[in-house]
Each structure stands twice: as C-alpha cells, then as structure tokens.
C-alpha cells in the first residue's frame, strides 16, 4: 500500500461528489493548547448542502446495488488505509481538538475499529424467513438501506464518532452527508480522503463544513434525507428532532449522559481509582460517558479519597503533542468557564477542594478533585465535561440507586464491588443504557453503545448496529 503523504492528509476542503470544495467565505480552525491558526476550511451553506444531498441521493441506487462483499472489501482497504495513517491522523486530532497524542492514537484506533467491524457485519443474512400461519403463504422480511442519511458529529471525538456513524450507513448501502463539529472539521476531511483512496465512489460520502444552523436546517428539512444521525448536546438534539417531525426521518440520538460512578465499601479500591482516572479525567473530562458524580460509601470514602487526589496530583497538564502529557487543554474558553462556575458554585455550597482548582492559563484547566458535594449543586445535576471530579458520600444501597437515577439523563453509568449479588442488582437498576461493572472503560465496536431516557436512542455498534440504517420490509408470497 502507497502511503499518502502528510500534506494530503491535511485536507482543508469538504468534499461533495467527490470533488474537493472551496468557498471564498471560510473560518479558521485554531489549536485549542496553542491558540494558533492550523488551517482555514471552507464556511459551507444550504446551497452546497443541497448539492450533497443531491449529489448522495444519485449515487445511492448504485452503491446499495454492490453486492455485499465488494462494499465489504471497500470498508476493508478503508479500515487498512486508517492503521497505516495512525500517527498522521492522530497528530491532525491532538492539533485540532487538545486530546494528549496517545488518546488520539487510541481514538483512530477505536474509530478504525468500527470501520472493520462493519465490514465484516456486510455480509450477515439481511432478512429472515418467519413462521407462516398456513401452508399457503410465506413470509419474509428483508433489510434494506434507508437512503440517504445525514451524520453531525460533535468535537470531542472527531475521528471516532464519525467513523462510528459512517461505517454502519455505508455498509448497509445507505450514501451520507456528514456535517463534523466546526471546531474539529480536519479528522473528518483526513477520513473522507482516505474513504475516497479505498475506491468508496464520488457521491457516496459527502463531507460539508459551515455554520451548523443553515447546514442543519438544510439537513432536516430536505425530503431527499431519509435518516438523522446526530451526537451531541441534548438541547441540539432535541432542535433536530423536532426540525426532522416535518419530513418524518428517521432519527438516531446519542446526547449527554450525567453518568453515576458508584463506590460501594467492598470494591477493590485499586481498580476503582484507576476506573474512576479513566472515566472522569480520559479527553480531560470531555466525553459524554464520563463519570460526573461519584458516589462513595461511607466506609471508604476517606481513603478512596485520599488515593483519587493522590492519583491526581500525578496527571501532567500540558500541550497533547508534547510527550509525558496526560491531560490537554479544554476545547476553548467557553468550556474553562463552565467548569469553574460548576466548581464555585460546589464551594459556596459547603464542597471543599481536596486536589487542584489552581488558575491556569489558556485553555487548561487544573484536575480537580471535591469533597462534600450534595445533589443540590450544579457539578452534580449538569454535565460539567471538564477534569472535575465531585465526591457524593452516600450510606445505603438503594439509596444511592434512587440518587443515581435521579437525572433525566441515562448514558452510562459504572460502580465497583466485590458482592455478586449487589453486582447484578444495581446493573439492572441503574438507568442507563451502558453500565460498567469493576471497570471505566466500556466502549468498543462490539457492543452497542447509547442510551436511554433523555441520553437518546439507537445504538452505535454491536450486532445490531446496522439495523439503525435499514428498513425492514416484510413480502408475503401468497397462493403457494
Ligand atoms: P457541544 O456543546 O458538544 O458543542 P453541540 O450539540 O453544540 O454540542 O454540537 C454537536 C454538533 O451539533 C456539532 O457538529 C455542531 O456544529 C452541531 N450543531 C450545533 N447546533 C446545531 C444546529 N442548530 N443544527 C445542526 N447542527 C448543530
């Protein structure tokens, strides 16, 4: 395989019918450590967006049409050409969007993961034969792509949440236009240009960069678009939602989680700290499966404590291009600013500080650890996504079952014990569409990942990843 060189990698055009694009209006893309300018992308709106819809919509029939394992081994060169990318595309994603490098590297890998994984779903059976009900007739069903689909994917996992959208859409023969986060466009454009290099035709995967209100009217509005696939915020999502009723698309919703991370007396502490390092504080805090309110038990809460600030006073704030990093910068300032009146707001409120809150400048912000939080503060009833970890002290079981579940949000949710019991009744209690028991990291292109409640619907990978994408049409032969 011919490698690409760096520079076509960094695409700062989108792509529509397989021609890059430019525009003479455009934005700048800044590097969150640095402040810098990285790279100046075209400022897209209805008019190109109708284009790829358009552009989508023709090149459809054809690729629906390919048999299964040629789109397969399209999915396959795609998967192959991300690995052999690795590191340009990671250092593209720690320039855009801050992650340390190594968490980029991890993110491509994850997002390569998807891509390989759906090319090997292609070819599962699409339909089934169903038990007639006489002798006469038989029944079946088959899966079909839903058309075209619209994906809009949020900034803090740039590669990854958009190669766990497409790759599902494309494998099922479903063309796409994706709208990436404006803060984060390059890891998309890099993606799509290694899309085009694995044979995926023109048309077939449109990428359009621009203001996200003109391009998302454009997007739920147009009767072309069949499908919605969005992750973000809650209150974006439920815009979409509503903009989607007029044309009734189908829609798949992954919003923001309040994720609960239970401590009960009898965990094994050395895997809880380092569950709850890897869940509060991985991509600084910003990812919508990070524990956001820790609920320790009485009995341990002052050594779990002492070994969560301990813990923290080793993460390495810094530049993610700059080696030994383990923390990065927040996304911007707007982002800093929520996650210091979230800790404010917890000190007015009798929290106190145990480890950080320190001023630092730029973008960064200090991992913090507090203790003493009540539910009544705002680090505990809204997402802070930074590195702020409140520590709730709870006594009884169902209590702090009543108190996780008290959020309209249900995304993930975690705990750690050693009793077997406990471990199967508080799964099936928390409310929650993905719980991680021992453990905080749970996401893979195995399992399918979403949520429930107001976090959203459908579910990303997994066995049933595709079904998100096709229709079911059910055919009965009469008269046999
Ligand atoms: P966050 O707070 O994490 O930035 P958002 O929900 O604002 O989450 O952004 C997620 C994605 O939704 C981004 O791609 C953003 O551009 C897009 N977006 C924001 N507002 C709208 C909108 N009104 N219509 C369509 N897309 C939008």
Redesign the pocket.
């Given at each position: 395989m011919t490698l690409l060189p760096d520079n076509a990698l960094r695409e700062s055009r989108c792509l529509i019918d397989g021609e890059w694009i430019t525009e003479r209006s455009s934005f700048p893309v800044t590097n969150p450590a640095t402040g810098e300018v990285i790279a100046t992308v075209p400022r897209l709106g209805a008019e190109h967006t109708r284009m790829a819809i358009e552009a989508a919509h023709r090149a459809g029939p054809g690729w629906a049409a390919m048999p299964a394992a040629q789109r397969a081994n399209v999915l396959k060169r795609w998967h192959a050409l991300i690995l052999a990318h690795a590191e340009p595309l990671a250092q593209i994603l720690t320039e855009e969007m801050g992650k340390p490098l190594s968490e980029a590297r991890a993110e491509i890998l994850c997002g390569a993961g998807y891509v390989e994984w759906f090319a090997e779903e292609c070819r599962r059976p699409v339909g089934e034969v169903l038990a007639s009900p006489d002798a006469t007739r038989q029944l079946s069903t088959v899966r079909l792509p839903v058309g075209v689909v619209a994906a809009?994917?949020?900034?803090?996992f740039p590669h990854a949440m958009l190669a766990r959208k497409l790759a599902p859409a494309l494998a099922a023969g479903c063309t796409v236009v994706a709208?990436?986060?404006?803060?984060t466009p390059l890891s998309a454009l890099a993606l799509a240009r290694l899309a085009q290099e694995a044979g995926v035709p023109p048309g077939v995967l449109n990428i359009v960069v621009g203001d996200?209100?003109t391009?998302?009217?454009e997007?739920?509005a147009n009767p072309l678009v069949r499908k919605l696939t969005?992750?973000?915020?809650t209150?974006?999502?439920k815009?979409?939602i509503r903009?989607c009723a007029e044309t009734v698309k189908r829609v798949s919703m992954e919003l923001g989680g309040n994720a609960p991370f239970i401590v009960f007396d009898d965990a094994d502490l050395d895997a809880a700290v380092a569950g709850a390092m890897a869940s509060k504080f991985r991509n600084a805090g910003q990812t919508c499966v990070c524990a956001n309110r820790l609920f320790v038990q009485a009995g341990i809460y002052e050594t779990f404590t002492q070994r969560l600030a301990a813990a923290v006073r080793d993460l390495r704030v810094g530049d993610g291009s700059q080696p030994g990093t383990t923390v990065g910068p927040l996304?911007d300032e707007r982002a800093v600013a929520k996650a210091q009146h979230h800790v404010d707001d917890a000190l007015a409120r009798g929290a106190t500080v145990v480890e950080g809150n320190a001023h630092l400048p730029g973008n960064f912000f200090a991992p913090t650890v507090l203790r003493d939080v009540t539910m009544n503060m705002l680090v505990a009833r809204q997402e802070t996504?930074g590195p702020v970890a409140p520590l709730i002290r709870f006594t009884d079981e169902a209590d702090v079952i009543a108190q996780a579940n008290a959020t309209e949000a249900g995304l993930a949710g975690y705990f750690f014990t050693r009793d077997i019991a406990r471990a199967h009744r508080v799964a099936r209690r928390l409310e929650v569409g993905m719980v991680g028991i021992n453990t905080g990291i749970i996401s893979t292109e195995v399992a399918p990942f979403g949520g429930i409640k107001q976090s959203g619907y459908g579910r990303e990978g997994g066995s049933g990843g595709m079904a998100d994408y096709q229709d079911v049409k059910y055919c009965c032969l009469g008269n046999l």
């Open positions: 809009i994917t949020p900034w803090n709208k990436p986060a404006e803060l996200p209100v391009i998302g009217s997007l739920t969005f992750t973000g915020s209150a974006v999502g815009l979409l903009q996304i996504f």
